[in-house]
Nanobody, 124 residues
Framework: QVDLVESGGGSVEAGGSLTLSCATSGNTDSCMGWFRQAPRKEREGIATIHTRASITRYGDSERGRFIISQDNAKNTVYLHMYSVRPEDTAVYYC???????????????????WGRGTQVTVSS
């Protein structure tokens, strides 16, 4: 069984940067993803990475601002957030899941093991 623990959340001013970490223990599946859920909104996919091929995918609003990366030696996946906006305020989750056709999709239905999340608050 794999466990996922997010860290690195906190408060940041708009335009600033933040890096989230997801420490994994156990064997993750083909895909790792970062998701977020804001109050009264559905959970949305932000970025995914294929753990073997290191192929990444991003949501439209995050492309160019967020970068997902992995350090296999540390069993950790990162989300580097730049030029953050108040609308980025949410609880951020990492998850592991399956690929489909060689791709790691942003849909949460492909992910079956989740961390507890870390809060990110962006002030204007």
């Amino acid at each position: 069984q794999v466990d996922l623990v997010e860290s690195g959340g906190g408060s940041v001013e708009a335009g600033g940067s933040l890096t989230l970490s997801c420490a994994t223990s156990g064997n993750t599946d083909s895909c790792m993803g970062w998701f977020r859920q804001a109050p009264r909104k559905e959970r949305e996919g932000i970025a995914t990475i294929h753990t073997r091929a290191s192929i990444t995918r991003y949501g439209d609003s995050e492309r160019g601002r967020f970068i997902i990366s992995q350090d296999n030696a540390k069993n950790t996946v990162y989300l580097h957030m730049y030029s953050v906006r108040p609308e980025d305020t949410a609880v951020y989750y990492c998850a592991t899941g399956v690929q489909a056709g060689g791709y790691c999709y942003l849909d949460s239905e492909y992910y079956y093991r989740w961390g507890r999340g870390t809060q990110v608050t962006v002030s204007s």
